[in-house]
């Protein structure tokens, strides 16, 4: 399939889950992809087998996101779809982990779009169902702020940008199956545990895969989408209604 062909495409958050299913569709429908994350390795195994280019960056650092932006336009010469997926989940009772939380999960993706508003056509913002309704995540309340305001800013920058030619959309997953619980410094037996109660929360009665989100957000971002801007779709397996 080549429906991406001459588009080029940022993902960030593409070392592991929803990123890195994301980063490898648009691949293998065409598009040149450049996949940013802070772990070299994981970035690899994204890239592996279909020539996505890779870039090693904290977007919450202050100079990353001119520095993704241009790397993209000095690769492929354009840059027309930008997927701010990264994010961290960490605990909110802890200040360092609060002010890093806010500065990858919402400034981040502001000082991004900005960078790249001269560039896109397309901006697709990953956001949660946690924003929607509490869930019994640690770390969640916070978490779920982040991601309700990068839902306002969705709406906000669809109404904005409209007049450069700029949908900007939103994907809000409910529980995917990712690392996110480990990395979040769960043991994998809490972790376990936590995808459990997860599931109870789900009227389908199953976690999420990232191939599942990662479907939608290449679906917003076709031609074929073209009247579609300001939307928030959930990928939740009815968690939101249910």
């Known amino acids: 399939m080549g429906d991406f062909n001459g588009k080029a495409v940022i993902v960030t958050g593409g070392g592991t889950g929803i990123g890195r299913a994301t980063a490898r569709s648009f691949a293998e429908q065409g598009a ?26 904290d977007v919450a650092e202050p100079d990353a996101a001119e520095r993704i932006v241009s790397t993209a336009i000095e690769t492929f010469g354009r840059l027309d779809v930008l997927v701010n997926n990264a994010a961290i989940l960490k605990q909110d009772d802890d200040r360092a982990g609060l002010e ?16 790249a508003t001269p560039h896109v ?26 991601k309700m305001a990068l839902e306002s800013l969705t709406r906000s920058w669809a ?12 994907v809000a997953p409910g529980p995917i199956a990712t690392s996110m619980p480990e ?5 994998p037996v809490e972790a376990d545990a936590l995808r459990d109660t997860m599931v109870g929360y789900v009227p389908l ?19 074929e989408a073209a009247f579609t801007s300001g939307v928030v779709l959930p990928v939740d397996g009815a968690a939101v209604v249910g």
């Open 32 to 57: 040149d992809v450049l996949v940013v994350g802070r772990t070299e390795a994981r970035l690899a195994e994204t890239a592996e087998g279909l020539g996505i280019r890779t870039l090693v960056a």
């Open 100 to 115: 890093q939380m806010l500065a990858t999960n919402l400034l981040a993706p502001i000082y991004l779009t900005q960078a």
């Open 121 to 146: 056509s397309v901006v697709i913002n990953v956001t949660t169902s946690i924003a929607q309704r509490g869930w019994p995540v640690p770390g969640g309340t916070v978490y779920g702020a982040a």
């Open 159 to 170: 109404v904005h940008l409209a007049p450069k030619g700029i949908r900007v959309a939103a």
């Open 183 to 187: 990395h979040q410094g769960l043991t």
């Open 205 to 223: 009665g199953r976690i999420g895969q990232p191939e599942e989100v990662a479907f939608w957000i290449v679906q917003l971002a076709r031609p």
